[in-house]
Nanobody, 121 residues
Framework: QVQLVESGGGLVQAGGSLRLSCTTS????????MGWFRQAPGKEREYIAA????????YHLDSVKGRFTISRDNTKNTMYLQMNSLKPEDTAVYYC??????????????WGQGTQVTVSS
């Protein structure tokens, strides 16, 4: 069973930055392709970024491209989401998730508990 734990959320003013982390236990971390999702109150969950097991391939949603950067350190079993130039509309609960594959194959099987990001105007 893979356990994912997010951290790094909080309250920040518009234009500020936060770095989210997602740490996992279990078998070889590089075996998992991973992603970040967010869900704002009253809205559907949004898929915002993804990274392959090696870290070579990444995806960013257009609305966060240039502001958010997904990365991972397989030596630390940790994935990151660096968020810069934050906007009030980025306010949401952010979730990390992992696939049972190092590539973009199959559904996300494992989920963290979420971390709240609030951006004030």
């Amino acid at each position: 069973q893979v356990q994912l734990v997010e951290s790094g959320g909080g309250l920040v003013q518009a234009g500020g930055s936060l770095r989210l982390s997602c740490t996992t236990s279990g078998r070889t971390f590089s075996s998992y392709a991973m992603g970040w999702f967010r869900q704002a109150p009253g809205k559907e969950r949004e898929y915002i970024a993804a990274i392959s097991g090696s870290g070579i391939s990444t995806y960013h949603l257009d609305s966060v491209k240039g502001r958010f950067t997904i990365s991972r350190d397989n030596t630390k079993n940790t994935m990151y989401l660096q968020m810069n130039s934050l906007k009030p509309e980025d306010t949401a609960v952010y979730y990390c998730a992992a696939r049972n594959s190092a590539y973009s194959v199959g559904a996300y099987a494992y989920w963290g508990q979420g971390t709240q990001v609030t951006v004030s105007s």
